[in-house]
């Protein structure tokens, strides 16, 4: 989530492993308690599979079952109405039932600085939430296990649909230990900032399909933390920065750019093992520090 938060509250026995679909409809911070503007976005989402106690009605078949489980698929999952309502700073804003394969589809509106999102599954009168933030980007992809038993919900996976947009604001996205933040560029730019504060934290930091990996203006700070690697697909396009920006990249193993333009009075600064940079173009007072890589492979 912004942090990826999120929140289970006591209830029945179930887990459901859902692949959530967020897609903007127009298009940071953190906080997500920012009031939703004109922009929409839709909530797409499946549920893949289920783990369901036994009937209610039939109490005695719970010794018969290990651990009080029986699994089925996702189809299987549906013999029980699930009802999704989603919820923005605690007001309902869309109620949709999820079909006969899984799959729903909600809307909801979101700030310029993005919003914590809720939402709350209900089905024969047992319920569990998950809130998680979704910041101003075209689409957001999120694998969530979600354990109605155990009172827990985690967030397996989480790639994020570009460009990431923001001006004037902070956001803030932490993946939970072992995971990675992904962007998807679909050939587009993946991150475009304009007086932004913006940080990653995560396993891995990848940029995929990037037509530009950053573009920075202004005096935005955009801050890549990595346990491991920092990689940008995007073969035809440099990292940008411009005016005052800053860009500071930091991977406990690697740095992966096919290059770096930096210009007017804008700072980038790498800190890894190893950078592997195809060219650094620096004009005027920018400045590009690579003294912190071990190695340097251009």
Known sequence: MKNLNKFIPISTILMLALSLY??????????????????????????ENVLAMAPHNKPAMLSKIKDFFTLSKSANAQDNQ??????????????????QNGDFE??????????????????????ESVVIFVPPVNAVILVVVVNFQDNEAEVVDTEFEG??????????????????IVFQGNGGPCVLAGNCHLSFDAENVIFQDCGGC????????????????ITCDAPSECLIARGTSS????????????????RGNSE??????????????????????TSACDNIAF
């Open 163 to 180: 460009p990431l947009r923001c001006e004037d604001t902070t956001i803030s996205l932490v993946a939970d230990p072992g995971q990675d």
């Open 22 to 47: 967020f897609v903007s409809c127009g298009g940071g911070g953190g906080g997500g308690g920012g009031q939703p503007s004109g922009q929409r976005t839709a909530i797409r989402g499946n549920v």
């Open 82 to 99: 699930i009802v999704v309502t989603f919820l923005v700073n605690g007001v309902d804003v869309d109620v949709v039932t999820v079909d």
């Open 214 to 229: 950053f573009d920075t203006r202004g005096n935005s700070v955009l801050e890549v933390s990595a346990d491991e690697d």
């Open 106 to 127: 909600g809307e909801v509106p979101i700030s310029a600085s993005g919003n914590n999102v809720t939402l709350v599954f209900e089905s024969d009168g047992d319920e």
């Open 247 to 262: 860009i500071n990249l930091s991977a406990g193993d690697e740095i992966n750019l096919s290059c770096i333009d930096a």
């Open 268 to 289: 980038v600064v790498l800190d890894a093992l190893s950078c592997n940079i195809g060219d650094i173009v620096a004009v005027g007072n920018a400045t590009v520090d």
